[in-house]
């Protein structure tokens, strides 16, 4: 599972709210993602980093920031949820061969 | 950018028999081609990879072919067991920090 975690793994929460989705790897990975994943769209990419404060963004970004300021954590913000980030969140890790290792997922429902 | 098309969407098969799932990609300046595996309730796991100088990969049971001039890339799973059964997903890339994954194929694999 290449050292990953994400916490929550379910949240259920209610339109307007604030909601930061944490990923945390073990094995000192420089690169990290975000993506979200939804039925008949594969998974598409929010963020991503290539160091700690270093981030840029992805595919489908609006309406979300991340942060990094340890190597080992990526956060993921909503800053105000809506229905429509309802989703199942993976975060991934590029590892030493360049492919990318994603982690369990949380399942977000946004009321 | 880049736009991954995926077939079928739903696989079935009868145990032992071989299994092909297809992709097209428009970006001919994609170099990297992962295929994952995701099983109910986890998150995708790379299972092979193949990039732009090779047009062929093996790992045991699996492979990848690569056609760039026609733009398309295929897993091909043989002697079936149902533990294949699961999503696949196929992905291309130019520098892996923008990887586009197909919509998924659903395998099937019956005893």
């Known amino acids: 599972d290449a050292g990953i975690t994400q916490s929550p793994r379910h949240k259920v929460t209610e339109t307007g709210t604030p909601v930061t989705l944490r990923c945390h790897q073990t094995?000192?990975?420089?690169?990290m993602y975000w993506y979200r994943q939804d039925p008949g769209h594969g998974l598409r990419l929010i963020h991503y980093?290539?160091?700690?404060?270093?981030?840029d963004k992805g595919e489908v970004s609006d309406g979300y920031s991340v942060s990094r300021s340890k190597t080992e954590d990526f956060l993921l913000t909503l800053e105000s949820a809506t229905s429509s980030q309802t989703s199942v969140y993976f975060c991934?890790?590029?590892?030493?061969?360049?492919?990318?290792?994603f982690g369990p997922g949380t399942r977000l429902t946004v009321l | 950018g880049e736009n991954v098309e995926q077939h079928p969407s739903t696989l079935s098969v009868q145990e032992g028999d071989s299994a092909v799932i297809k992709c097209t990609y428009s970006?001919?300046?994609?170099?990297?081609f992962p295929w994952y595996k995701q099983e109910l309730g986890k998150g995708p796991q790379l299972i092979i990879d193949?990039?732009?100088?090779?047009g062929e990969k093996k790992d045991q049971r699996i492979a990848v072919t690569l056609n760039k001039t026609a733009k398309h890339f295929s897993l091909h799973i043989t002697e079936t067991q149902p533990e294949d059964s699961a999503v696949y997903f196929c992905?291309?890339?130019?520098?892996?920090?923008?990887?586009?994954f197909g919509a998924g194929t659903r395998l099937t694999v019956k005893p």
């Open positions: 980093s290539y160091g700690v404060k270093d981030t």
């Open positions: 991934a890790i590029k590892g030493s061969e360049g492919g990318q290792y």
């Open positions: 970006d001919s300046a994609s170099n990297y």
């Open positions: 094995e000192n990975h420089r690169y």
């Open positions: 193949i990039r732009s100088n090779v």
């Open positions: 992905a291309a890339s130019r520098g892996n920090n923008d990887m586009r």
